[in-house]
Nanobody, 124 residues
Framework: QVHLVESGGGLVQPGGSLRLSCTAS????????MGWFRQAPGKERESVAA????????YYADSVKGRFTISRDNAKNTVFLQMNSLKPEDTAVYYC?????????????????WGQGTQVTVSS
C-alpha cells in the first residue's frame, strides 16, 4: 500500500508559478514511477507529467511542455511539479499517482495509487 499526500496548490495569477509536492509513505518510493494528473470541472482527467523510477526519464503532455517540470527526491519520498507561466486553462484539481515499476514504462498507463488532490486556480 502507498499513501500519497499532495500540497502546494492555490490561487495564482496568469503567468505566475506554483510548486506542487507529493509525499509518499508505506512502501519503497524508489520502486514506483510517479505521475501528475489533473481534472478540470466538466472534463476528463488527463495526464500532465510522469517520471520513471529507474532512469529519471520524464514525460510531459504537449499542453505543459516547456512550462512544467517534474522531479523527484527519493531520499524524501517526494515528487514535485514545478509549474511556470501558468494559464487559466491550467485550472484544475491536480493529483499525484504511483505506478509499480515493472517492465516497459507507460507514463500514461495504469496507476494503482492516488492522492486526494490539490486545487490549482489560475485567475486574475
Amino acid at each position: 500500500q502507498v499513501h500519497l499526500v499532495e500540497s502546494g496548490g492555490g490561487l495564482v495569477q496568469p503567468g505566475g508559478s506554483l510548486r506542487l509536492s507529493c509525499t509518499a509513505s508505506g512502501r519503497t518510493f524508489s520502486m514506483f514511477n510517479m505521475g501528475w494528473f489533473r481534472q478540470a470541472p466538466g472534463k476528463e482527467r488527463e495526464s500532465v507529467a510522469a517520471i520513471r523510477s529507474s532512469t529519471g526519464s520524464t514525460y510531459y503532455a504537449d499542453s505543459v511542455k516547456g512550462r512544467f517540470t517534474i522531479s523527484r527526491d527519493n531520499a524524501k519520498n517526494t515528487v514535485f511539479l514545478q509549474m511556470n507561466s501558468l494559464k487559466p486553462e491550467d485550472t484544475a484539481v491536480y493529483y499525484c499517482a504511483a505506478q509499480a515499476a515493472t517492465g516497459t514504462w507507460i507514463p500514461t498507463g495504469r496507476y494503482g495509487y492516488w492522492g486526494q488532490g490539490t486545487q490549482v486556480t489560475v485567475s486574475s
